[in-house]
């Protein structure tokens, strides 16, 4: 399963997980949501919705993974250190799941950019 996450001119390709956080995650797309930011992460609201945390569900993810911090109900995607990193990693405030990741891993750079309240879509591509 294929995603595409859209913001302004920016377009980043994702393959989906083969996880329940996935297959939830992409059954209800697209979705559009004002994104908000914090340290080198950006996170938006996903519509309400039953996803529980996984078992391997996780603080500290790679550049490329997609995670749905399930705290906040919304997708984060860390692209560099955040206010509680340690060093250069890229740490969520709290667990959360890995359930997609970036074909190519160092566009999410890209994301720095963007500003609280810009719109970003997640689309089935």
């Known amino acids: 399963?294929?995603?595409?996450?859209?913001?302004?001119?920016?377009?980043?390709?994702?393959?989906?997980?083969n996880t329940p956080t996935g297959k939830k995650i992409y059954s209800m797309?697209?979705?559009?949501?004002?994104?908000?930011?914090?340290?080198?992460?950006?996170?938006?609201?996903l519509p309400k919705n039953n996803i529980m945390s996984e078992k391997d569900a996780k603080e500290v993810f790679k550049l490329g993974e997609i995670a749905f911090w399930n705290q906040g109900n919304a997708i984060a995607i860390g692209f560099g250190?955040?206010?509680?990193?340690?060093?250069?990693?890229?740490?969520?405030?709290?667990?959360?799941?890995?359930?997609?990741?970036?074909?190519?891993?160092?566009?999410?750079?890209?994301?720095?950019?963007?500003?609280?309240?810009?719109i970003i879509e997640v689309l089935k591509d």
């Open 29 to 45: 797309l697209p979705v559009k949501a004002k994104i908000n930011t914090w340290g080198k992460e950006i996170y938006f609201s």
């Open 1 to 17: 399963m294929n995603i595409k996450i859209k913001i302004t001119n920016l377009e980043i390709q994702c393959t989906v997980k």
């Open 81 to 118: 250190p955040t206010p509680v990193s340690k060093g250069s990693e890229i740490r969520l405030i709290s667990s959360a799941n890995h359930w997609a990741d970036a074909k190519k891993p160092s566009e999410l750079k890209k994301l720095e950019a963007f500003k609280n309240g810009e």
